[in-house]
């Protein structure tokens, strides 16, 4: 039989309050009797390997398709290759979820974090932290501190740029929904509108087919795209973190998630006794530095 799902247990379990609301009537309750009935401490909700996931014993992690390099190894979530399935999977390690009780979906990027009941765990899929975002969605602390870079091709008015004044007046693109987008209104503030894109498999398009001076993307992307994707494009350079503030990803939980203190403490002990930075040094040790934008 199925287990129940999150869902419905929520429902039963809404049914069940409404109908003894109606048995007990409007009696005041005495307020040092509320106090003593505690919802479970954090130790009890993130028991190993006995969350209240979507489906019971089961891990349910999504990402977008395609899957990008070197966030995950030739278009496979499920492997284990590249930096994000690494990370996922040492997240449910951490959790008490061994390879065998993962379950990957494919949810599209700008979904992820859109408003509306998940059908996911968590969501993994390069997807910075905001405070605009957190109002649909919960994050986990970062597992990842990135910046975002230009990217033209090789020998173009654009591959020429020294500063964000010299990005003004070019035609710059991005991935809809993504801070890459941000950063082409919000820092460079073209004179023109950048052109937006569904997917960065679209972008690199444009670029390749001069449709674009230049794409903007996180600075592992940018490192893996110049050197295997569009192979007569350069990075430009990267922007600083706007107002001093690291930009990191998180990964994405339903609204209000009893799970995201859980995958937070997962997180925080796997940056704590250095996975995170061993797995970081393994995927995107290639992604170095790359001259700051001012």
């Known amino acids: 039989m199925r287990p129940a799902s999150r869902s419905l247990r929520r429902a039963v379990a809404g049914l069940t309050v409404a109908l003894l609301a109606t048995a007990v009537g409007c009696a005041p309750q005495p307020e040092e009797k509320a106090a003593a009935s505690p919802s479970g401490s954090t130790a009890d909700t993130c028991a190993k390997g006995k969350l209240a ?8 992690i999504a990402t977008d398709e395609p899957a990008y390099e070197p966030w ?22 951490q959790l008490g979820y061994d390879k065998s009780a993962v379950v990957w979906q494919s949810v599209p990027f700008n979904k992820a974090f859109a408003p509306g009941v998940k059908t996911f765990d ?4 390069q997807v910075s932290i905001s405070d605009e975002r957190r109002k649909a969605v919960d994050f986990s602390s970062g597992y990842y501190d990135v910046r975002q870079a230009v990217i033209a091709l090789k020998g173009s008015k654009a591959a020429n740029a020294k500063n ?34 569904a997917k960065n498999d679209q972008a690199k398009s444009a670029l390749k087919n001069g449709q674009v001076d230049a794409i903007v993307t ?5 490192f893996y795209i110049t050197a295997a994707e569009v192979t007569d494009a350069r ?10 503030t690291p930009e990191q990803f998180g990964l994405v939980l339903d609204k209000g998630s009893a ?14 006794n250095g996975t995170l930075a061993r797995i970081e040094q393994r995927w995107l040790s290639d992604a170095v530095d790359a001259p700051v934008l001012k």
């Open 53 to 60: 996931t979507e489906t019971s014993g089961t891990l349910t």
């Open 164 to 197: 964000i004044a010299d990005l003004k007046g070019l035609k710059l693109g991005a991935q809809v929904g993504t801070t890459s987008l941000e950063y082409i209104d919000d820092v460079v503030k073209p004179t023109g509108a950048a052109a937006v894109y």
């Open 218 to 222: 996180d600075l592992p992307t940018a």
């Open 122 to 125: 968590f969501d993994i899929n």
């Open 235 to 244: 990075i430009v350079g990267q922007f600083a973190n706007k107002g001093g």
């Open 259 to 272: 799970l995201t203190p859980c995958v937070t403490d997962a997180v925080d002990a796997l940056r704590e």
């Open 72 to 93: 995950f190894k030739d278009g496979k979530p499920a492997s284990g290759e590249g930096f994000e399935s690494a990370v996922a999977y040492a997240v449910a390690e």
